[in-house]
Structure formats: C-alpha cells, structure tokens
C-alpha cells in the first residue's frame, strides 16, 4: 500500500475520533453544574445508585439552603452565586475521598458518602455549612437543612427511598430551625 492509500482510509478514522472525543467531552460538561462544578441531578444519580447497591454503610445526604432567595434579592445574584461554590466546596471537602456530591438545582444539593466514619460527622457539616460567606467585602450569613439516610435504615438499599428519607428528615431539620432559631 502506498502512503496516500493509507492517509485516504485513515482521515475518516480521525475525524470520527476527533468527533467521539467532541460527544464525550461534552456527555461530561452536561453531566457537570457549570457555576459550581458538581455532578447535576443525571450525573449523580447513575453514580449514587452504583454506590449505594455497593456499600453497606453508604450514608444520603439532602441539603437546602434555608432563606436563599433573600440573598440574591438582598445582595444579589452574584452573592447568590457566591455562597453556592462556597457550599458546593465545603459539601466536597466534608464528603472527601468517600463520597460524591452534586448540586440537583437551585439551591438544593445532595451527596452520598460511602463510609461515613470517614466524614468528619453530620455536625461538623451542618456547622461548616453554617459559616458566613464573604462577597464584596460583606459578610453574608448562611444557613442549611440537611437530611440524611443511612442505607442500613432501608428494607431495600434503592436511592429512590434513600433520598425520600433525606427529604423527610431535611424537612424536619428545616422547620426544627426556624421554629427554634437554634440547632
């Protein structure tokens, strides 16, 4: 076979290469929340639900900010914005090497840990999360509700179950605060 033979059968072979490599690069932007660089709701859950069919001890955590909107109507949306990557890394970093995160919309966040004893405790999360923003030189106080699931609490380890117990007990840690102003 002569050069140009080869060169003619192997152009199309690039450029569906370079084409597969375009689709994936972006199947991944899509699978990635672009403000805050977390899973979104589709990305995380195909994860979520691999871990926890694999892992006893896998721990489901719901997040909401309480009072968001009065940010962003108060300080705007570029605070808002603000405290959305601070709570996106500080959920990253509580969750570590064990667990995933991901931001499912809005101001609603979830993650899964695969071994908790690892973590350094739900309280420890909800005080992390409690810390005050800075944006522009002004201190923005923030504030969660944070539901949990352990696997080990469900009949059968389904994420669907998973996160309606986190949703019910992160309703419960949501009217728990403001009802009492503590925690």
Same mark, same amino acid.
């Given at each position: 076979?002569?050069?140009?033979?080869?060169?003619?059968?192997?152009?199309?072979?690039?450029?569906?290469?370079?084409h597969?490599?375009?689709?994936l690069r972006?199947?991944?932007?899509?699978?990635?929340?672009?403000?805050?660089?977390?899973?979104?709701?589709a990305?995380w859950?195909?994860?979520?639900?691999?871990?926890?069919?694999? &892992?006893?001890?896998?721990?489901?955590?719901?997040?909401?900010?309480?009072?968001f909107?009065?940010?962003?109507?108060t300080?705007? &949306?570029?605070?808002?914005d603000?405290?959305?990557?601070?709570?996106?890394q500080r959920?990253?970093?509580?969750?570590?090497r064990?667990?995933?995160?991901?931001?499912?919309g809005?101001?609603e966040?979830?993650?899964?840990?695969?071994?908790p004893?690892h973590?350094?405790g739900?309280?420890?999360?909800r005080?992390?999360?409690?810390?005050?923003?800075?944006h522009?030189?002004?201190?923005?106080?923030v504030s969660a509700?944070?539901? &949990?699931c &352990?696997?080990?609490q469900?009949?059968?380890?389904?994420?669907?179950?998973?996160?309606?117990?986190?949703?019910?007990?992160?309703y419960a840690?949501?009217?728990?605060?403001?009802r009492?102003?503590?925690?």
């Amino acid at each position: 076979m002569d050069t140009q033979t080869i060169a003619a059968a192997g152009l199309p072979a690039l450029g569906w290469a370079l084409h597969g490599g375009l689709l994936l690069r972006r199947l991944a932007t899509a699978r990635r929340d672009p403000l805050t660089g977390l899973h979104t709701r589709a990305g995380w859950t195909t994860r979520a639900d691999h871990l926890i069919s694999k &892992h006893p001890s896998a721990l489901v955590l719901l997040v909401d900010l309480d009072d968001f909107k009065s940010i962003n109507d108060t300080h705007g &949306h570029a605070a808002g914005d603000t405290v959305l990557t601070a709570t996106a890394q500080r959920l990253t970093d509580w969750c570590g090497r064990h667990g995933t995160a991901a931001r499912l919309g809005g101001d609603e966040f979830a993650a899964i840990v695969t071994d908790p004893a690892h973590t350094p405790g739900l309280f420890a999360l909800r005080a992390t999360l409690a810390e005050p923003v800075t944006h522009n030189r002004r201190t923005l106080r923030v504030s969660a509700s944070v539901g &949990h699931c &352990h696997r080990d609490q469900l009949p059968v380890p389904l994420l669907t179950d998973a996160l309606s117990a986190a949703d019910a007990a992160m309703y419960a840690d949501k009217g728990y605060g403001r009802r009492n102003n503590t925690r």
